[in-house]
């Protein structure tokens, strides 16, 4: 059991009362949350040509979203870290309930952007509060497979979420993706209002103390990699489905079941990634972005055959998915103290390059085309292994 699950637990002997239900509830709310977050790269082209916008000026929705989670999620997860939990995630639901319901009524970009920017700012607050919670909920004895059920979410919403949203979509629009987002998390809102139990109160926790790691040279190393290797990911990934529609002139309808396959492939990639991790992360995050510029350029070149495409999204998505937990484990043991906020800070840091991501790989289809943006993302890879020998001289200079 981790540290934070044993001081999450510790005031629990047992599990609450329905607190496994509570955990389940969690998870699915999860999906949402994640599916709320990703689920433009599948509607990207159709909500393009309905708000006649170019389709750069539309990823831009991506970059609005990443960057927001990047600014305020330290900030307002540690804020109301200390806050009742039942009320928290009720009132998160509510919230995304509320802003998916906006995008879905939406009549031009700027009220997409405000529904946009509201759930960006609820994100960082559920993740960096549901584990602890969850681990809680669970019981001592439990709160380790608690943790892990929620963070099944995130792999639950690459794989079918997203696919699944964007099949929707383009049955009866993108809006309706938006209805039925906004109708699960109303629903997750009022469930985990009668299901959950109201749990202990965390403690208030400094700030001050914790945000020390940031001097730490070899911490902030591995950040400014985790920004380099998601701004490679998302620099193509936020364009995906107009990479098939386009390029490899794959079907509208058909480009759903493509993304499902792209996330099937990224639940082995999941499982590889927490092996391969082991006790190099560094090491397994420079191989896997290795993998991913070798996928994401054979993409481009694969366009013309359905089944060479095929094998080429299959390396790249594995690569892909497996770089979730490879740099979240990386970051946080770089961590001397405060692995919670370690973990906070990656995942800003990894919105940092999804929003980054987003602008080059428009600025790339702008200037030079679509068939390009697989290589400037494979490029992007590349700088984050060339960062490699830098990252562990600092580990090696900590270490003396």
């Known amino acids: 059991m981790s540290s934070t699950s044993r001081a999450a637990s510790a005031g629990?002997?047992?599990?609450?009362?329905?607190?496994?239900?509570?955990?389940?509830?969690?998870?699915?709310?999860?999906?949402?949350?994640?599916?709320?977050?990703?689920?433009?790269?599948?509607?990207?082209?159709?909500?393009?040509?309905?708000?006649?916008?170019?389709?750069?000026?539309?990823?831009?929705l991506v970059t609005l979203f990443a960057f927001t989670v990047m600014l305020f999620g330290p900030?307002?997860?540690?804020?109301?870290?200390?806050?009742?939990?039942?009320k928290l995630f009720v009132a998160l639901l509510f919230l995304f309930a509320f802003s998916n319901a906006l995008v879905a009524i939406a009549s031009n970009v700027w009220i997409v952007a405000i529904g946009r920017v509201l759930p960006a700012l609820a994100l960082p607050v559920f993740w960096g509060t549901s584990s602890e919670t969850a681990a809680q909920l669970a019981g001592p004895e439990r709160s380790g497979r608690a943790v892990s059920n929620v963070y099944m979410g995130i792999a639950a919403a690459m794989v079918f979420g997203i696919p699944v949203g964007t099949l929707v979509g383009n049955a009866v629009g993108w809006r309706g993706t938006f209805w039925i987002l906004a109708a699960l998390s109303l629903a997750m809102a009022l469930?985990?209002?009668?299901?959950?139990?109201?749990?202990?109160?965390?403690?208030?926790?400094?700030?001050?103390?914790?945000?020390?790691?940031?001097?730490?040279?070899?911490?902030?190393?591995n950040l400014v990699l985790s920004v380099v290797v998601f701004t490679a990911m998302f620099t193509s990934y936020t364009y995906l489905a107009d990479l098939l529609e386009r390029l490899a002139h794959i079907p509208t309808e058909a480009v759903g079941w493509w993304l499902m396959g792209f996330g099937v492939v990224g639940l082995a990639g999941n499982w590889l990634g927490g092996h391969l991790v082991g006790t190099h992360p560094l090491r397994a995050t420079l191989i896997a972005a290795v993998v991913l510029a070798v996928g994401m350029a054979a993409t481009t070149l694969a366009v013309g055959n359905a089944f060479e495409l095929a094998i080429a999204l299959g390396v790249w998505g594995l690569a892909n998915t497996a770089l979730y937990p490879i740099c979240q484990v990386r970051v946080m043991r770089a961590a001397a103290h405060s692995q919670a906020l370690a973990g906070t800070l990656n995942v800003s840091m990894a919105n940092a390059g999804i929003g980054l991501g987003a602008i080059i790989g428009g600025m790339t289809i702008e200037k030079l085309g679509i068939g390009q943006i697989g290589y400037v993302a494979a490029a992007m890879a590349i700088v984050a292994v060339l960062l490699g020998p830098l990252i562990a001289r600092l580990s090696n200079d900590q270490s003396d």
Not at 75 to 86: A, I, P, W
Not at 200 to 218: D, S, V
């Open 191 to 221: 469930l985990l209002l009668l299901v959950m139990p109201v749990l202990q109160k965390p403690a208030r926790l400094e700030l001050g103390h914790q945000m020390r790691i940031l001097r730490n040279p070899m911490f902030l190393g």
């Open 12 to 60: 629990y002997p047992t599990a609450p009362a329905n607190g496994a239900l509570a955990v389940l509830l969690l998870a699915i709310s999860a999906f949402v949350i994640v599916t709320t977050e990703f689920i433009i790269v599948g509607l990207l082209p159709s909500m393009a040509r309905d708000l006649g916008m170019s389709i750069a000026s539309a990823g831009r």
């Open 75 to 86: 900030l307002l997860t540690g804020l109301v870290s200390h806050f009742d939990r039942k």
